[in-house]
């Protein structure tokens, strides 16, 4: 017996419902607009670890069976294709509204688990959301998949840094042919962002130090030579300490939005659309 | 506003001893850079090199553009900010802020350069004693263009400003941008209703919006207020001025954030309102240490049509809703907001205001404080650079001969003054005194005397009385 907290009027909401009917589950529904507010906030005192609360308010819908809780439509989604794991790092609680769903990180999930993955992006699709898919390069094949048959509306790559500490920047390994496919497959793309978060990281002596400005030129250039041009969408973002895993890396001072100009200047020289991106 | 069709152009009036005696730059229409003597003659035109503005440097350097960007796509948007020596050899150059792709045009790195520029060593680009501009090294503050999106202002394409600092080298190493601080300017909620429907909308690129149109851009340089521990005037602070909302700002170089500004609106307190109301200004700028007035603000209030505000019948839509005919030169103190010292054409000997749009430039124009207390006066629309004394007495006056084949303007947009040791290489010029003519008895050949052939008394006839009060039009404040 499933368990969604919703909202009047939430699109999302009713899509999970709708998969829940479709596939014969049973369900309760509480609506936190409406008769559902009490339950919604008792629910939401005893869980609030496990609930992701953006600028805007907390995202909806929640999907519980009491033990497990899942957030959002994509993540909702998954467990209703795959059960409650099998898909996880492939889908994350997202920032975008109305009909444009992101927390689509197609590098970060199983690739044996492709068709499973595949289906809930059809059936996103099929409820007329617009995706926009993140990687990092890992699982260039699955990207080419959800390309070619169309479930993806915009890309978003992140590129880690330059091809020597690239995995390393990611925390695992990632293949460069993978890297290298993934950058011509979003170049080739019509709606498409190229991003590096302008991280720290350990260094060979055991210091932690940011990318230096041309680390950043040579991620830009890894782009350039991948993707064949130098006019793609290239954003450098700011480091959020707080947001860090690894504790060394939480305690990094974080850079002025001035001190990444450097690294913008350089990262210019191959990719020629650059920019950092605004804050505050 | 009358203007004779014929009138003698080049040095007019010129009096060596009550003249700061120096070199003057600017940008002959559509000829290129030209550095003038005092008597007008053209010791050297850098031919074609754009000057938005130019300015000399010491050792016979000078500032320019190599180019401007095609119009249709561009507004004002200078390719480059390039220092050229004597003999026209680049010998710094920066153009890498943003690669332009126009149709039809060969893709380029673009600065996008407009109106302002400062080099280290110097904080307003023009002579002061003991604070030469670097000709080798130092950064290089340079105010350029940027298109963004920012829907607090409008839902239209905006084309914003943005004050960069790029090393000898090229990179940029300090960023500001004019639209992140709309909220700290000030704007009243008419004013926020017209910029949103119409923030000076121009047709480049498939339209603009010329919002803030920042027109001058300088430091403030070491003074007496930061010295008194007003960190508000902190040497490193930059000020500027935007031509359509009749801001006058400082910005905090640290911060970004505005730490003292004027506008949009003067009528707020009883200091502005006695300031009055400052209309399209150019050339904001603090005197710096060592010239007379220190530390004080020389603004060029142009006058004419600026602001955004509640719709009058000279704006009926509210946007340019300052009106004034005529121009003003004014020196305030930026604590108590004073005038310590103005040019009007009062001033000037005209009547006010029934002549007052005699001394008028409703674009463009500077104004540079001379080291002997005389001002410099760019009256640029009409291509009229004049020396002025402390005292008002105009000891220098050129005309410029250069009118435009493509926009047929004489105008000056900026010139300056320079001492003739930034010139070494040209021995120190001769130096003749011009007398201002007479107009009521100057003849051109073929014209008649003044005097009449033949006077007629009339029986009867009373002495003329005249005053202002007799004339059809009363003066807004008789």
Redesign the interface.
């Known amino acids: 017996m499933y368990t969604i907290y919703s909202a009047t009027g939430c699109t999302r909401c009713k899509i999970v419902m709708a998969r829940l009917r479709q596939l014969g589950l049973d369900f309760a529904e509480h609506d936190m607009k409406a008769a559902g507010k009490e339950a919604f906030q008792r629910f939401y005192a005893a869980n609030r670890r496990a609930i992701f609360r953006g600028p805007e308010g907390v995202e909806f819908p929640l999907l519980t069976d009491g033990q497990t809780i899942r957030q959002g439509l994509g993540p909702a989604l998954a467990w209703l294709q795959a059960g409650p794991d099998a898909l996880a790092g492939f889908f994350q609680v997202g920032v975008l509204h109305k009909e444009w769903l992101d927390g689509i990180d197609i590098s970060g999930g199983d690739p044996a688990r492709a068709d499973d993955f595949l289906a809930v992006l059809r059936h996103l699709k099929q409820n007329a959301m617009k995706l926009e898919i993140a990687t990092d390069g890992g699982n260039a094949a699955l990207l080419a998949a959800a390309v070619r048959e169309g479930l993806a509306d915009r890309l978003v790559m992140n590129v880690r840094g330059p091809a020597h500490l690239y995995g390393q920047l990611a925390g695992r390994p990632v293949d460069p042919a993978d890297i290298r496919a993934t950058i011509a497959l979003v170049a080739a793309f019509p709606a498409k962002q190229f991003q590096t978060v302008v991280a720290p990281l350990r260094r060979a002596d055991g210091a932690v130090a940011y990318l230096a400005p041309g680390e950043v030129g040579q991620a830009a250039a890894l782009i350039a030579e991948a993707a064949g041009d130098n006019?793609q969408p290239y954003l450098l973002r700011p480091f959020r300490p707080e947001a860090a895993a690894d504790e060394t890396l939480r305690r990094a001072e974080p850079l002025a939005a001035?001190a990444l100009?450097?690294h913008?200047?350089a990262a210019?020289t191959h990719q020629?659309?650059t920019e950092i991106e605004?804050t505050g | 506003m009358t203007y004779p069709s014929v009138y003698p152009t080049g040095t007019t009036v010129y009096d060596p001893a009550k003249c700061w005696n120096g070199y003057t730059i600017f940008q002959a229409a559509e000829e290129g850079a030209l550095l003038v003597d005092m008597n007008g003659t053209g010791v050297n035109l850098w031919k074609g090199l754009h000057g938005f503005p130019n300015k000399l440097l010491p050792g016979g350097q000078v500032f320019g553009h190599l180019g401007v960007r095609n119009p249709a796509y561009g507004m004002q948007d200078q390719t480059d900010l390039v220092q050229v020596d004597w003999d026209g050899n680049v010998v710094w150059k920066f153009d890498?802020l943003e690669?332009i792709?126009d149709p039809g045009e060969t893709p380029q790195?673009m600065a996008r350069q407009h109106h302002d520029f400062q080099r280290a060593g110097n904080p307003v680009g023009y002579y002061v004693p003991g604070m030469d501009p670097q000709t080798g090294e130092g950064n290089t503050l340079i105010l350029c263009h940027k298109n963004i999106k920012n829907p607090k202002i409008s839902d239209k394409t905006l084309l914003d400003d943005t004050i960069i600092e790029v090393t000898w080298d090229?990179?940029?190493?300090?960023?500001w941008t004019c639209s992140?601080h709309f909220d700290s300017y000030g704007f009243d909620e008419a004013a926020k209703n017209i910029l949103a429907r119409d923030p000076n909308y121009r047709p480049a690129g498939g339209g603009q919006g010329d919002w803030m149109h920042i027109n001058t851009m300088s430091l403030l340089g070491p003074n007496k207020w930061h010295d008194a521990g007003d960190e508000r005037f902190h040497p490193d602070n930059i000020i500027w001025d935007g031509r359509e909302t009749n801001i006058c700002a400082i910005i905090s170089k640290q911060t970004g954030k505005v730490v003292w500004q004027i506008g949009p609106n003067y009528d707020t307190t009883d200091q502005l309102r006695k300031l009055g109301w400052i209309v399209g200004m150019h050339h904001a700028h603090m005197i710096p240490r060592g010239l007379p007035g220190e530390g004080n603000i020389l603004i060029f209030d142009n006058g004419g049509w600026a602001g955004y505000g509640i719709p009058n019948p000279g704006a009926p839509k509210g946007s340019k809703n300052a009106l004034r005919d005529y121009s003003r030169v004014i020196e305030i103190d930026p604590v108590t907001l004073k005038i310590v010292w103005q040019y009007t054409p009062a001033e000037a000997g005209y009547m006010m205001p029934y002549d007052a749009n005699r001394f008028y430039s409703p674009f463009i124009s500077s104004a540079q404080r001379l080291p002997n207390g005389n001002t410099l006066i760019t009256e640029g629309s009409g291509g009229r650079i004049i020396e002025v004394t402390a005292g008002h007495e105009l000891v220098w006056e050129y005309i410029s001969p250069y009118w435009g084949k493509q926009l047929k303007l004489n105008m000056v947009y900026r010139a300056y003054r320079a001492p003739y040791e930034w010139v070494p290489q040209l021995p120190r010029p001769k130096e003749t005194p011009i007398a201002k003519i007479d107009v009521a008895t100057f003849r051109v050949p073929g014209a008649a005397p003044l005097a009449p052939v033949k006077q007629t008394a009339v029986a009867g006839a009373r002495p003329y009385l005249l005053d202002p009060g007799v004339l059809c039009v009363g003066a807004a404040d008789e």
């Open positions: 006019h001035a100009l450097p913008r200047s210019r020629v659309k605004k | 890498k690669y792709e790195w090229g990179d940029i190493v300090w960023e992140d």
